[in-house]
């Protein structure tokens, strides 16, 4: 689903950098947010649910709109739906930069998000945030194998001096931890978080949160770590399809002009390479092609002005010059 705004553009380099790396892909593209309102009404048509429930592993670009801010069918809606859908409640936001190498674990499908919601007679607006044991234990688990796999090194976050579900969430990680007494825990309050994030990047390893959290705190490690530009992220759920798309939006105002910077989205379709195909070789090539790329050819948001076009031909030439190998394992 290549989105909105400058979706559209970002998504058709990563479909040409996946189509280099796995020549027998087979892409089916629908539509998804303010595109698929304005084709259909809403913003996830089920034309598009049942290919994502079909597909091996799901590449999305940026969704939203300003046109729909106050309408009451949005495009953010579609996303919601499918992360619900696809159960990918384990969102996997890396962020890394020289010394700095951290992963975000955010909780994607339960609290504010999907809490009951309205206007009560008096006027008063409500969100609520909710969550079942069951719906923390998996993420925390998640968390937990995830720092395993690392530098073993867990940082919890959460409001538990005001929050019953953040209560909730400090008593799952601690009945937890004994089953990976390699991982060495960590409680941390939101606010101490963002502000830790801001000045000690590096001291984190696996930061496991909850929904809300996670989105403001993965945007933080972002700017830290080179911008948004560059962010991906890794839905996954137990079994089915995961979910590959880039941390920022559709950027209404850089729409349309091929300035927008790539290197998120194709660092998702890194991602799906790895975790949705299981073509580690081809997730490294593509990594490391990035990485060269992007040492001398910047998009605007780096300080360049490349376009989007010229920043993923040059990662296209950088992974047929580094690893051709890896190019042709794909056929
Ligand atoms: C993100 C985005 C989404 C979110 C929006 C578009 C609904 O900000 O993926 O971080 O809040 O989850
Ligand atoms: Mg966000």
Known sequence: MPGDGIGPEVAQEARQVLELLVPDVEVEERLLGAAAIRATGGPLPEETLNACLRATAVLKGPIGDPEFDAADVRPEQG???????????????????????MLIVRELVGGLYFGARGTRDDGTVYDTCEYHPRQVERIVRRGFALARSRRSRLTSVDKANVLETSRLWRRIVDETAPRYPDVHVEHVLVDNAAMQLAVDPGQFDVIVTENMFGDILSDLAAAVTGGLGVAPSAS??????????????????LAGRNAANPTAMLRSTALLLEHGLGLRAEADALRGAIDVALATTKTPDLGGTATTAELGAAVREQLAVDAPAAVSYGG
């Open 79 to 101: 996303l919601l739906a499918l992360r619900s859908a696809l159960d990918t409640y384990a969102n996997l936001r890396p962020a890394s930069l020289g010394e700095v190498d």
């Open 236 to 253: 996954l759920s137990d079994g089915g399809a995961g979910l590959f798309e880039p941390v920022h939006g559709s950027a209404p105002d």
